[in-house]
């Protein structure tokens, strides 16, 4: 980041240079399962002025942002703040990196929205209660897949399906704040309908000027210092000034301006969510996916942050750190969360060492909601919208869509597929949609694989495609045949017509046929069958069939199938090389030959 760079050594240091204490046998084994603990057990006084000014900083931010992101997913503001207090303390003892920040996620808000708010009906109350009880859901499925190991279960959501939601979640809820900047509800829950209520609001003059101009100007503000002042917190800035002219001019009551009002007084309580097996069972697949989405986000800043840091950090324990928080933040009155790659540059520039840096910002938060809850209370409602547009703004990725119809036109369509499944069908739904396009495209790609004649080229080593190289020689009465991807059910018959078609379509009368097989790492029993059949489809026109470089496992597998009972065990050669060599030697090619 700008202004950055000169202090990265500061900034980006594992620990201070003065050294990090030896870990004790009892902190070595906290540290497998409660890094944050293990960690804290060796801290050092040194670190706590750099870690209580990253937090204090923190709170600046957390604060606005944690209550933007509830209004967007259709509840109250104060239960941002909820589910910003609870994950921070519970990721300081579960997470592995030392100053990830976790909170409300702009992505996951649109997402819990679209869940929640048709299930409500209307009652803030029941809203509350589904947004927990999703929490819960997704944190235990964060917390199984965590503890079985299975980390890269968020590889399923691939570039182009990632790109193409992303897109979608940043339109959906950007038009979803335009209600809130003009000073106006609409109650669609589709995005088409409410386009057309927006449309319907502006053309009756419902429009509140007041609020349009504080929210606008807020979000100039935001932008304009993202793009020339990045070390400046914009969103902090706007907030206060609008908040400051708010209370001011009394615009609550002068220009009927909506603010946020008076928080409540106190801390969140422990509530299980009251839903039925029924809500649960609706919410399961959107939990899923907010789990594979979280992961996703948070595996890479997390890797990002190790690599700077310079120390390991396990994918799994993520993963369960994820589930705690979640988990934590679903019992006291929160909703799903995830990392924020922004608050956490936040941290990390104002110095954080450890995670105790989100446990000051944590303590803050408390402290403002116990002694200030009305600090806020003329915040206008058009702000925080603005807050969430600019955010929908930095994680929109237009030019990445751009990118891909340039360098793949297929994966192009599947990130379209992916942006008009969210937007306009539901965010389960579209990403069901792409995951199952993703599927059938790769089932595609292993079903009609590449596959190539080798030749020889004058002055190159090896041999090489005759596709891409037509001018290449081949070897008087020598088939080369590369297969590129395993061989099973549904492309051996694809494999066994290639090979014939490449045998009869040779200048020359075709005595040997060689499978270069270093691509093949499976065979499977339909296969098996194949290759019997090839064999003799090729020893009725005298040809004989031969292997390159096919795998060791490969070949005890055929010959558990008892396939070399008639393919023989002699016909399997390390290299191509090896096996143009013994083709020369056997059928009395010359050497110097093509």
Not at 223 to 236: H, S
Not at 264 to 269: D, F, H, I, V
Request: aromatic share 6%; hydrophobic share 55%.
């Amino acid at each position: 980041m700008a202004g950055m760079e000169g202090r990265s050594t500061d900034v980006r240091a594992p620990l201070p240079e003065d050294g990090e204490p030896a870990a004790t046998p009892a902190a070595r084994g906290l540290a497998r399962h409660l890094p944050g603990i293990g960690l804290l057990t060796r801290y050092r006084r040194a670190w706590l002025p750099k870690d209580l000014a990253a937090g204090l900083a923190l709170c600046a931010i957390l604060v606005p942002v944690g209550m933007g992101y509830a209004e967007a997913s259709g509840l109250p503001a104060i239960h941002g703040l909820y589910a910003t207090i609870v994950p921070l303390v519970a990721y300081a003892l579960f997470g592995p990196s030392r100053i990830m920040v976790l909170g409300p996620d702009s992505t996951l808000a649109a997402v819990i929205a679209v869940l929640i708010l048709p299930m409500a009906g209307g009652s803030v109350e029941r809203a509350i209660a589904l947004a927990g009880a999703l929490a819960l859901l997704s944190g235990a499925c964060s917390l199984a897949i965590g503890l079985a190991g299975l980390g890269q279960a968020a590889d399923l959501l691939s570039k182009p399906i990632r790109i193409g939601f992303m897109n979608a979640i940043a339109l959906t809820v950007l038009v979803g704040q335009l209600p809130k900047l003009l000073g106006f509800r609409v109650d669609a829950d589709t995005l088409p309908a409410q386009v057309v209520d927006i449309a319907a609001g502006i053309g009756a003059g419902r429009t509140n000027l007041a609020a349009l101009a504080l929210g606008l100007a807020s979000l100039a503000v935001i932008l304009l210092l993202r793009r020339y002042r990045q070390r400046w917190p914009g969103v902090l800035i706007a907030v206060a000034a609008a908040t400051a002219v708010s209370a001011a001019l009394d615009l609550a009551h002068t220009a009927q301006v909506a603010v946020v009002g008076v928080l409540p007084q106190g801390l969140p309580a422990f509530a299980l969510p009251a839903v039925g097996a029924a809500d649960l069972w609706r919410l399961l697949p959107g939990a899923v996916i907010i789990a594979m989405l979280s992961f996703a986000d948070t595996s890479v800043l997390s890797r990002a942050l190790a690599q700077r840091g310079r120390y390991p950090v396990s994918q799994n324990q993520e993963m369960i750190a994820l589930g705690a928080a979640n988990l934590a933040t679903g019992l006291f009155q929160g909703f799903s969360i995830s990392s924020s790659n922004s608050r956490t540059l936040v941290a990390e520039a104002a110095g954080a060492r450890t995670q105790m840096s989100g446990l000051i910002g944590a303590l803050a938060i408390v402290v403002l909601l116990v002694a200030a809850p009305g600090l806020l209370a003329s915040l206008p409602g058009a702000v925080l919208g603005a807050v969430v547009i600019a955010a929908c703004l930095s994680f929109a990725d237009v030019a990445g869509m751009r990118q891909l119809l340039r360098q793949r036109r297929s994966e192009f369509a599947l990130s379209v597929a992916s942006f008009v499944g969210v937007a306009l069908i539901g965010v389960i739904e579209g990403i069901v949609i792409a995951i199952g396009l993703s599927m059938l495209i790769l089932v595609w790609n292993v079903w009609h694989p590449h596959f190539a004649v080798l030749v020889r080229l004058a002055g190159a080593k090896g041999y090489h495609d005759l596709g891409r190289h037509p001018e290449g020689r081949r070897i008087p009465g020598l088939v080369l045949f590369r297969w590129d991807a395993q061989l099973f059910f549904a492309n051996a018959e694809i494999f066994r017509d290639a090979v014939l078609a490449a045998a009869a379509a040779a200048p020359t009368p075709t005595r040997q046929v060689v499978i270069v097989a270093d691509a093949i790492a499976d065979i499977d029993l339909t296969a098996a069958d194949a290759l019997i059949a090839l064999h003799e489809d090729l020893a009725r026109q005298g040809i004989a069939l031969r292997f390159a470089g096919l795998k060791g496992q490969v070949r005890d597998r055929l010959a558990r199938y008892g396939t070399l009972a008639t393919l023989g065990t002699d016909v399997f050669a390390p290299t191509v090389g090896r096996a143009v060599a013994l083709y020369r030697a056997a059928y009395g090619v010359d050497a110097g030959a093509p």
